[in-house]
């Protein structure tokens, strides 16, 4: 067993304590491959700020659960060899099994996802509560699920959202032990979050559940799911060089920036990522069609994704000069 201890790592706890005192959100962006975790780390270096490293069950599938875990520990080094100390947690993202969840714990994982708000609600707290049990014996903190967010992310698929009943979170805390809850009310997966006719602004987060929410569970750190905001001056490039993205629209950063001063001390940032690395090398490959150096299409777009990452922080999420 690898201990996520041993790679520099931490958990969450500590970090959704400062973030709760602080009235920030501390950021968590998914990454797939190695441009995308140099950008990251990179990003939250120069903005100070600490950051919680997702990997999604396709994502670890995709680039090799061994390769992820050297990732890891070589993304610490670099932190370390920076002088500035962030925090940095591993992160499962939407854990859809007691086996996966253990087996990133074993594999130097410090913070675990199980998602069960697609079982019924009894089972959710049972499949909850085995993870919980597990993952506690390793300091490893564990993220549960109430409520279900429509859209599409990798294995993800949900047709329609199911907002959190509030009347659940309490006995849902209290039975499974979980450390943060991610609930619904109003985000959805993927770069489509809503529908809206050309000039119309998407429909706004349910902050009255929200505020219900941290009234039955006053100090508990809440996560926001599929928060993206679908920036449109990247989906702008995309569609000028090629693409076919008409439509995608996000949450507001407005909104994201109410919500992080609230109870909300994690939030998800996925599609933002995909959108400016697949951006940037379509302008590439748009303006040099010659070019096959990949060195030369996934260098700018992992510094243009450094560039967002230092924004997000600073100027929606608040998690900026928070070492």
Same mark, same amino acid.
């Given at each position: 067993?690898?201990?996520?201890?041993?790679?520099?790592?931490?958990? @969450?706890?500590?970090?959704?304590?400062?973030?709760?005192?602080? #009235?920030?959100?501390?950021?968590?962006?998914?990454?797939?491959?190695?441009?995308?975790?140099?950008?990251?780390?990179?990003?939250?270096?120069?903005?100070?700020?600490?950051?919680?490293?997702?990997?999604?069950?396709?994502?670890?599938?995709?680039?090799?659960?061994?390769?992820?875990?050297?990732?890891?520990?070589?993304?610490?080094?670099?932190?370390?060899?920076?002088?500035?100390?962030?925090?940095?947690?591993?992160?499962?993202?939407?854990?859809?099994?007691?086996?996966?969840?253990?087996?990133?714990?074993?594999?130097?994982?410090?913070?675990?996802?199980?998602?069960?708000?697609?079982?019924?609600?009894?089972?959710?707290?049972?499949?909850?509560?085995?993870?919980?049990?597990?993952?506690?014996?390793?300091?490893?903190?564990?993220?549960?699920?109430?409520?279900?967010?429509?859209?599409?992310?990798?294995?993800?698929?949900?047709?329609?959202?199911?907002? @959190?009943?509030?009347?659940?979170?309490?006995?849902?805390?209290?039975?499974?032990?979980?450390?943060?809850?991610?609930?619904?009310?109003? @985000?959805?997966? #993927?770069?489509?979050?809503?529908?809206?006719?050309?000039?119309?602004?998407?429909?706004?987060?349910?902050?009255?559940?929200?505020?219900?929410?941290?009234?039955?569970?006053? #100090?508990?750190?809440?996560?926001?799911?599929?928060?993206?905001?679908?920036?449109?001056?990247?989906?702008?490039?995309?569609?000028?060089?090629?693409?076919?993205?008409?439509?995608?629209?996000?949450?507001?950063?407005?909104?994201?920036?109410?919500?992080?001063?609230?109870?909300?001390?994690?939030?998800?940032?996925?599609?933002?990522?995909?959108?400016?690395? @697949?951006?940037?090398?379509?302008?590439?490959?748009?303006?040099?069609?010659?070019?096959?150096?990949?060195?030369?299409?996934? #260098?700018?777009?992992?510094?243009?994704?450094?560039?967002?990452?230092?924004?997000?922080?600073?100027?929606?999420?608040?998690?900026?000069?928070?070492?």
């Amino acid at each position: 067993m690898v201990r996520y201890q041993d790679l520099g790592l931490s958990n @969450t706890r500590e970090m959704f304590k400062k973030a709760m005192a602080g #009235g920030y959100a501390i950021p968590a962006y998914n990454f797939n491959n190695l441009e995308q975790l140099q950008a990251i780390i990179q990003g939250c270096i120069q903005s100070r700020s600490p950051v919680i490293l997702q990997i999604s069950k396709g994502a670890r599938q995709y680039a090799n659960q061994t390769l992820l875990r050297y990732m890891a520990e070589g993304a610490m080094k670099v932190v370390k060899e920076s002088g500035v100390l962030i925090p940095v947690a591993l992160h499962l993202d939407h854990g859809d099994t007691y086996e996966l969840c253990v087996s990133c714990i074993e594999s130097g994982f410090s913070s675990v996802m199980i998602d069960g708000s697609a079982h019924p609600y009894a089972e959710n707290v049972a499949l909850t509560r085995k993870v919980v049990e597990f993952a506690h014996k390793h300091d490893v903190t564990v993220e549960g699920e109430l409520g279900v967010l429509a859209g599409i992310e990798d294995e993800v698929s949900h047709k329609s959202s199911n907002y @959190t009943n509030p009347d659940d979170v309490e006995d849902f805390v209290k039975k499974t032990g979980v450390d943060s809850l991610a609930i619904s009310i109003g @985000t959805s997966h #993927g770069a489509y979050k809503f529908k809206v006719k050309p000039g119309e602004q998407p429909p706004p987060l349910r902050f009255d559940i929200l505020e219900e929410i941290e009234r039955r569970i006053p #100090g508990f750190p809440i996560v926001l799911h599929g928060a993206s905001s679908v920036l449109p001056e990247y989906v702008a490039i995309i569609n000028k060089f090629g693409g076919k993205m008409e439509g995608a629209v996000g949450v507001s950063e407005e909104q994201l920036r109410r919500a992080a001063k609230s109870a909300v001390c994690k939030v998800n940032i996925d599609s933002d990522g995909r959108l400016v690395v @697949t951006a940037m090398i379509r302008k590439v490959f748009a303006e040099n069609p010659k070019e096959f150096d990949p060195r030369k299409y996934l #260098g700018p777009a992992r510094d243009e994704l450094t560039k967002l990452i230092v924004r997000k922080n600073k100027e929606v999420l608040g998690s900026a000069d928070r070492v």
